[in-house]
């Protein structure tokens, strides 16, 4: 797919750096990530953008992918989404939105074993929750949490590769 005028991915390549840093900083709060994909900039298509944004990943530090899942609230917990990330709410709001609508039974196990999680991992559980029932997100929680902190970082980064691509696609599509 090739770049149409006047489409999104123009108006963002287009952007002031601080401003095109801004709204990618929306996409993932890896601060390198963010240098990185500002760097590639101009983007000819949909494709090398979603590309770049995979290869720039996934060659980043661990240190990165920590900054990066630092920027997220945790499952479940809806007023630290409103209050601390008011600037990607509108990203955001949607991705997390069976969790508003769980049992607190389910709000409640989600939010001790987020707890466990933290303590045994040192960072949030990370999930692409879009699409998920908080059910889901709590049963994969569960199936996670035996994994050793490598194979967890790994998968959790591959989980915020998948969030940081549906919001490029809000940001461009």
Not at 71 to 91: E, M, N, Q, W, Y
Not at 119 to 130: D, L, R, S
């Amino acid at each position: 797919m090739t770049v149409h005028a006047n489409s999104k991915l123009e108006i963002l390549n287009a952007y002031s750096e601080e401003d095109a840093k801004e709204e990618l900083a929306k996409c993932c709060g890896a601060s390198q990530w963010v240098e990185k994909m500002l760097a590639r900039r101009p983007f000819h298509s949909f494709e090398e953008l979603f590309s770049a944004a995979d290869d720039i990943w996934f060659k980043l530090a661990a240190e990165d992918w920590l900054e990066s899942f630092s920027h997220h609230p945790r499952i479940g917990d809806v007023d630290s989404l409103r209050a601390k990330f008011a600037s990607t709410a509108s990203f955001c709001e949607n991705e997390q939105k069976s969790v508003c609508q769980a049992s607190e039974e389910v709000l409640h196990q989600l939010a001790s074993l987020n707890d466990e999680y933290f303590e045994k991992y040192g960072f949030i559980f990370i999930v692409c929750a879009t699409g998920k029932t908080a059910e889901q997100m709590l049963e994969i929680l569960k199936r996670r949490m035996p994994n050793n902190i490598d194979a967890e970082l790994k998968v959790a980064a591959g989980e915020q590769a998948k969030i940081t691509k549906i919001r490029l696609e809000k940001l461009v599509l």
